[in-house]
Nanobody, 122 residues
Framework: QVQLVESGGGVVQPGGSLKLSCKAS????????MAWYRRTPGNERELIAR????????FHADSVQGRFVISRDNARNMMFLQLNKVKPEDTAKYYC???????????????WGQGTQVTVSS
């Protein structure tokens, strides 16, 4: 059974940093491109970063480029998102999933974790 567990969120001041973690079980992440998404109330879940199965290629959305960094540890079956220089507009619930294809934003698995809430506030 596929399970995705996100953690590491919290309240952070503008300009601060956080590191989010994604622990996968029920599948081996080294076989998949992986991605981070985020969603704010009333909006669709949007892909903000993705990484190829071997870590060789990455993509970060314009909104987070230069501030967030996606990484993965296939040996631990985990993925990470380092958030730096956060802004109030980064406030959202963050989710992880595998991708059907590296160049797609379509999540591989229909079931999502509970996500981890990031709130940027002074």
């Amino acid at each position: 059974q596929v399970q995705l567990v996100e953690s590491g969120g919290g309240v952070v001041q503008p300009g601060g940093s956080l590191k989010l973690s994604c622990k996968a079980s029920g599948f081996t992440i080294e076989n998949f491109a992986m991605a981070w998404y985020r969603r704010t109330p009333g909006n669709e879940r949007e892909l903000i970063a993705r990484m190829a199965f071997d870590g060789g290629d990455t993509f970060h959305a314009d909104s987070v480029q230069g501030r967030f960094v996606i990484s993965r540890d296939n040996a631990r079956n985990m993925m990470f998102l380092q958030l730096n220089k956060v802004k109030p507009e980064d406030t959202a619930k963050y989710y992880c999933n595998a991708l059907t294809d590296y160049h797609s934003s379509v999540p591989r698995f229909p079931s999502w974790g509970q996500g981890t809430q990031v709130t940027v506030s002074s």
